[in-house]
């Protein structure tokens, strides 16, 4: 997998490179990053990228040339990224989620456009950009850091990069139930005890409470995530036993 960003700010994405299991996989080659600054890619001695909005208004808007320049310099150098597909980090975009990660994944490779400022001039969007990503509903400086979720989020997904693949594809389940809660030693501290079914060493118990707390905490914090899957018979059990504790709670009237 190769990725591609454009950003004013390289140093920062290439930070992944440092940590974790996504600076892994990156050190190991199994996905390759490269940050391109539009600054490079001006004309102009004065490195211009930006400047004042057409109709008025405040701030400033990105200008299309250095990002097309850009984006034709990545095509050029990178055989692989010939037909890769370009995605724009905006709040006015579709809201990232797994399912967005699931398909880039799968994908040969993409660029990332990071945006700054007030936004980007809108002929660069209608010529270049193939789908526009948000982060969700709130106001940040600009797309580098909804960029760097996204390699997060696609890297983890590529064989090997986890070194244990139980784990992604549990988190494929996870993406649609919210987890259960989790516990380690001790098993008595000051800040209470661990639940005693936990410690009972019966895997089937075990296995029966954690998708009932999962499926309990979904109904409880996010009821749309309910909607959207089908419960199997045992689930429905389980998340019925779930609502008839949590009514009998004290306090829950
Ligand atoms: C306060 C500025 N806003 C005026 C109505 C518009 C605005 C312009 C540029 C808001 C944010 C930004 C910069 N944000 C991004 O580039 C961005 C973003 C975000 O702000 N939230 C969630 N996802 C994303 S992806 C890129």
Redesign the pocket.
Known sequence: MRIDAITLFPEWLDQLEHYGVVGRGLREGRLSLTSWNPRDYTDSASRRIDDRPYGGGP?MVMQSAPLAQTLAEIRSAQAAAQSSPVL????Q?ER?DQRWAERLAASPGFVLV??????IDQRFIDRYVDAE???????????E???MMIVDAVARLLDGVLGDQRSASQDSFSAELLDHPHYTRPPHSQDGAVPDILLSGDHARIERWREKQALGRTWLRRPDLLDSIELTDRQETLLAEFIAEYGAMPGSA
């Not at 724009?88 to 709040?91: A, N, R, T």
């Not at 990503?133 to 797309?143: P, R």
């Open positions: 701030g724009l980090m905006s709040p975009g990232f990071c945006g700054r400022y007030e936004g990503i948000s982060a969700g509903d709130m106001v940040l400086s600009g797309g850091l909804p960029a």
